[in-house]
């Protein structure tokens, strides 16, 4: 280390009063500055070689205050950690400086009887999940990370997942109903934000505050049931997953369809699907197991399982192999597979699937999860699979999905605008400007910000 890194890791170990809790420790450092950002090859390429200069794992809103004044003073740049578990780089520091790690800083303050839960950051999405059953609430959607992920990082890289068809995203009908956050300024402040000023800081990469207490609404408890249903051909397969998804009879918290080969990615699960079919994966209401599985065989479909769901702990455990789980196995299996974030048109989907297929054949791969979006509509959305040659023949897939409009969301770049949750009104940029005045949170990740101070 440097000499100026060596005197800060000497203050910030005085700041916090605990030498374990200031890591520089060379191996864990790179670990803890890491993320899934190797989903992307060209993620993987850019970002390889990008490591802080040390990292702090704060336990109290006191201690993250302290360290952000440090850092404003010294220039030192400052990237927010959550479990590490997102897919785009969130939480990679480009410049070096500090990662705040606040895996640390977990706990769930309450869960409140109207459905509420309160927490630190660092709470683990599942912990949370299984609190909250305790008095008849559960999570309204949750990643298919969910036994790893925190509830911090996922509000400020996450966007949705399980049950987002039955409640829509994280941004969506007030899911999250207040966050805290702690600005970088020369004396950092904890600013709340309620109703629509969420907005401000949700999916913003933690460029323009550090989240520090959450209130996320929940819903009521379901006992649920899982169910694995083949068919021979993906369109029948869609046919049958958009109608179950579709219909406000069935009580549902996952569908979610795989065109073949995708499920045979899946090795620890084999007995439980078709291989060589189109499968479809539901998490649907206990109560409705038998007549979901009746219409599946009404249908053409063949029931492959179903079986009531336990928690976190049942095995199969269907949604390990959902959202971008299903890409995760698929790059276990050939890493030439990388993927994209589509969203098809619920009108026009069968034609845009047909000229997806004409064009790219198998190197295209259909995975659909749908979910509701922001005006209460169940849509197909997707995470197909793409065979990866080059960076330009991805962007020529993605240029062609835009031009038969399917929306693209790319994960393949490494700032807040190309995800596709950057907010057109642009209250995430002027809350950077409020909040972090030199640009030390997370920089570079912001292309607006950049961009925009630039031209001064």
């Not at 336990?59 to 578990?85: D, K």
């Not at 609430?137 to 996922?154: D, I, M, N, Q």
């Not at 800081?201 to 169910?227: D, F, K, M, Y």
């Not at 949750?421 to 997370?442: C, M, S, V």
Request: proline share 5%.
């Amino acid at each position: 280390m440097s000499t100026e890194v060596d005197a800060l890791v000497a203050v910030l170990v005085e700041l916090v009063g605990d030498p374990s809790r200031v890591i520089t420790n060379a191996p864990t450092v790179a670990r803890l500055s890491r993320d899934f950002y190797w989903y992307s090859p060209v993620l993987k390429e850019l970002l390889e070689s990008k490591i802080a200069d040390v990292v702090v794992q704060p336990t109290s809103v006191e201690e993250i205050q302290s360290v952000l004044r440090l850092c404003h003073a010294r220039g030192v740049p400052v990237t927010v950690r959550g479990a590490g578990t997102g897919n785009y780089g969130q939480a990679i520091p480009l410049q070096g400086g500090v990662v705040l790690d606040l895996a640390l800083f977990d706990q769930i303050e309450s869960i409140d009887p109207d459905g509420v839960a309160v927490c630190q950051p660092g709470a683990r999405l599942a912990t949370i999940e299984n609190e909250a059953r305790r008095t008849g609430w559960e999570l309204r959607c949750y990643p298919s990370t969910v036994v790893k992920a925190s509830v911090g990082g996922f509000l400020g890289g996450g966007s949705g997942g399980i049950g987002s068809v039955a409640h829509g995203g994280l941004r969506d009908f007030g899911t999250v109903r207040a966050i805290e956050v702690v600005t970088m300024e020369v004396e950092p402040r904890v600013v709340k934000h309620e109703g629509e000023a969420v907005h401000e800081i949700l999916h913003a990469w933690g460029t323009n505050g550090i989240i520090s207490r959450i209130w996320l609404a929940l819903t009521p408890s379901v006992e649920w049931a899982q169910c694995v249903v083949a068919f021979s051909s993906f369109d029948n397969a869609f046919d049958f997953s958009e109608r179950i998804a579709t219909d406000q009879h069935w009580q549902k918290r996952l569908v979610t369809t795989f065109e073949a080969p995708i499920a045979s990615f899946f090795s620890p699960i084999k007995k439980f699907i078709a291989p060589e079919k189109a499968n479809i994966f539901f998490m649907i209401a206990a109560t409705q197991l038998s007549e979901l599985e009746q219409a599946a065989r009404h249908a053409g479909g063949e029931v492959m399982y179903g079986a009531n769901y336990d928690g976190f702990r049942t095995a199969p455990l269907l949604s390990d192999y959902t959202w971008n789980h299903t890409t995760l196995w698929a790059i276990k299996a050939d890493d030439t597979w990388t993927y994209l974030q589509c969203g098809f048109d619920p009108i026009n989907a069968r034609s845009q699937f047909a000229q997806l297929k004409e064009q790219y054949r198998d190197d295209f791969l259909f995975h659909l999860e749908f979910m509701k979006n922001g005006s209460g509509v169940v849509v197909p959305g997707s995470i197909p699979l793409v065979r990866f040659t080059t960076a330009e023949r991805l962007n020529e897939m993605i240029d062609f999905c835009r031009e038969i409009g399917v929306s693209v969301a790319n994960p393949h770049v490494n700032h807040v605008e190309g995800g596709g949750r950057y907010r057109q009104d642009h209250i995430q940029l002027i809350a950077k400007r409020k909040y972090d005045p030199k640009g030390l949170l997370n920089p570079g990740k912001m292309a607006s910000y950049q961009a925009a101070e630039a031209k001064q």
